[in-house]
């Protein structure tokens, strides 16, 4: 699909079988690709097919990357046709292990949020935030969603502001407060006949508007390129020229570490790391018509895996993995001040 095709000129149905195609053609991208593909499935109202493709991942959970986004969406789309019973063990499934990933919790959540279990919509937000952002001085944008949908459940819920809804207002960047916006009470344009009611209300909704082209427009991340032990040996034996651009590989991981700190300290947002492996890269280097050993190749390299959807966010939670690979969390790796 062009990016300038409208939604509504789409062919939800052709686009999945176009995307299971590519995915069999790209097996490493195959989880992301995939999971489009059941997006649309649900978008054509063919929440069945969608399901089937859920289940299609989920029968590979040794190559699954992210299994508790996958369970997520499969909860959320059985609710939506009447499996809400195998809905909701799901979502129980996905509260108990407790993922580090904020975005499989907002989607449970906003799965309850969206068929009025707002008490356990809220619990689940909170849960979240407990565990994602307990001691986080500055929350994660990935994190956001968790605290602006804990806001907007609190409000319809009638219940009084505490310190993470505090924090929400903070992050919240729009002209409209996050209060207006999540107000209960608001006065919608087809209720109203006063004119300052309507003009008040075309604000709000031109705010929610600018927010969600915000997050939905929001580039892929300025990616630092990750080389494993065993790749960065590989890639070094075979193209020894390269040694000048990785002389070791703790000195490799410092410099990503290093780096990508000089990048967020200048302002540079939305940070990621992606992790390279010998195969994809030559294949790369031959599908640029060039030699692998052309450090130039390598940005390119990084930012193509990027796009296609292969970054995590830096820098990952404090008691996260360390993204280098490490049986050691984030905060004692190389998130400790001494790194």
């Known amino acids: 699909m062009r990016p300038d095709t409208p939604a509504e000129n789409v062919d939800h149905t052709a686009e999945a079988a176009r995307l299971e195609r590519t995915a069999g053609r790209y097996p490493e991208d195959a989880e992301a690709l995939l999971l489009q593909a059941a997006a649309h499935l649900e978008l054509a109202d063919d929440r069945p097919a969608a399901t089937a493709l859920y289940d299609r991942l989920l029968s590979t959970p040794d190559t699954l990357e992210n299994g508790p986004l996958v369970r997520a969406l499969k909860a959320s789309n059985l609710w939506e046709y009447d ?11 996905i509260r108990t292990t407790a993922p580090r990933d904020p975005a499989p919790w907002v989607i449970v959540a906003e799965s309850l949020e969206s068929h009025d279990e707002l008490e356990a919509a809220h619990d689940t937000f909170t849960e979240a935030a407990t565990l994602l952002l307990t001691d986080v001085t500055e929350p994660p944008y990935a994190t956001h969603p ?6 907007r459940v609190r409000r319809m819920l009638g219940l009084p502001h505490d310190d993470w809804d505090a924090r ?7 002209s409209v407060s996050l209060d207006e916006l999540h107000d209960p009470k608001r006065v919608w344009s087809l209720g109203s006949d006063n004119p300052e009611e309507l003009e008040a209300e075309i604000s709000r909704l031109r705010a929610e508007l600018g927010a969600y ?9 300025v990616a630092v390129l990750h080389w494993p032990a065993g790749e960065l040996a ?13 002389p070791s590989h703790p000195e490799h991981l410092s410099t990503i570490e290093s780096s990508l700190r000089e990048l967020s300290t200048s302002g540079t947002p939305n940070l990621g790391i992606v992790t390279g492996t010998v195969p994809s890269y030559e294949a790369f280097a031959a599908s640029e018509g060039s030699s692998p050993s052309d450090t130039t190749l390598l940005p390119q390299y990084a930012t193509t895996l990027a796009a296609r959807g292969r970054a995590v966010v830096w820098p990952p939670q404090r008691t996260s993995d360390c993204w280098c690979g490490v049986e050691q969390t984030y905060a004692e790796c190389h998130g400790s001040p001494s790194a």
């Open 83 to 93: 499996h809400e019973a195998e809905a909701r063990a799901i979502i129980d499934g």
């Open 146 to 151: 968790l605290l602006f949908g804990r806001h």
């Open 168 to 174: 929400a207002d903070t992050l919240h960047s729009s």
């Open 213 to 221: 082209r915000e997050a939905l427009s929001r580039p892929f991340p």
């Open 234 to 246: 590989e890639l070094l034996s075979a193209y020894p020229t390269l040694t000048t651009e990785y």
